[in-house]
C-alpha cells in the first residue's frame, strides 16, 4: 500500500496511491496530538499497522505540519506518515463532486484522491536512482525545506467561491426553506438523498453554517476540508461543532456516511481495531 510508479506517460513519471479498504482521517488538531502524544502515538501506528488501515491526508495537514517552527516535531509528523499507511484526500468537495459526475479519472483513481498532491510526489528526486516510491513524510521535509527558504505556500481556501453562495443563500429565504425541508424529508426517508451523496452533505453544510448565524469565515471555511472525508473515509475525528454537525444535524447516518468522533480516542483506535464498519456494511445490505 502507499505511493507507486505504474509507468511513464510522455516524459513523466505517473505516480497512483493505492490504499486499504480501512480509511482513517484526523482534523488538524487531532492528527498533531496523536502524533506528538504518548500513549496515543503508539496506539495509534499499532492499531493502524494491525488492521491494516490508510491515514487520509490532506494538502491543509501537510502545510500545518510543514509551518511548524520545532524541527523535532516535523520529524515526528514525518516518523508518523512513514509508519503507517498513507493516501492523499482531496479538499475540495466541488472538485470531487465533478469527479462523481464526470467519471473522467483513470481506473484505479478514487473520486476522493487529491492527484495534485500525487503529482508532486511523482516529482520528488528518485532514491538511490530506482523507481523508489516516495512517501507523503518525504513531501513534507520538501514543504518543510521550501517554507524555510522562503516559499510561501498556503493551504486551500474556499472562501472566494463559498462566501458568495453563503451570501446568496442567506438572502433567498425559500431555498433556505427548502433545504430544510429536504433536511427533515431525507431523515425521514420519504425522500432518497441525490447520487454522489458528497452534493447533499455539501448542502446541508451550507444550511447548518445559515442556521448557525453570525459563525467567523474562518470557522466554517476550515470545516469544508473535512466534508470529503465525512463522505468517503469510514472514521472521522472532528472538532465539537462539527461532530454535532455530522452526527446529529445531517439527515445521514453511519454507515452510509462515516463514523465520527470528538475526543474519545480509545473508543476510535477500538473501531478500527475491530473493523466495525464492515460489520456495520454488511448489516445494511
Known sequence: MGFQYIGIIGKRLFCQQTCTSTLVYLDKWALNKIALTEPWRTDFIAVMKKRPATLLISFVHLVEMAKQKDDAQIEQYADLLNAVDAACIAGNPDEVIENEKTGRLMAGIQPWEDRRIVEELAKLPLRKGRLYPPTAADLLRKM???????????????ERRLNPLLERLRKNPKEIQRLRIKRQQLKAGDIKPEEPLIKNILEMALLFIVNAGNMPNKEWNDFFHTIVPIAYSNYVVLDRRWHHFADHFLPFSYPSISKVYHTDFSRLFSDIQNDIHILAQEAKT
Do not use: F, K, L, V
Open 144 to 158: 518543510r525545506d521550501e517554507i524555510g527558504n522562503g516559499a510561501t505556500i498556503r493551504p486551500e481556501t474556499y
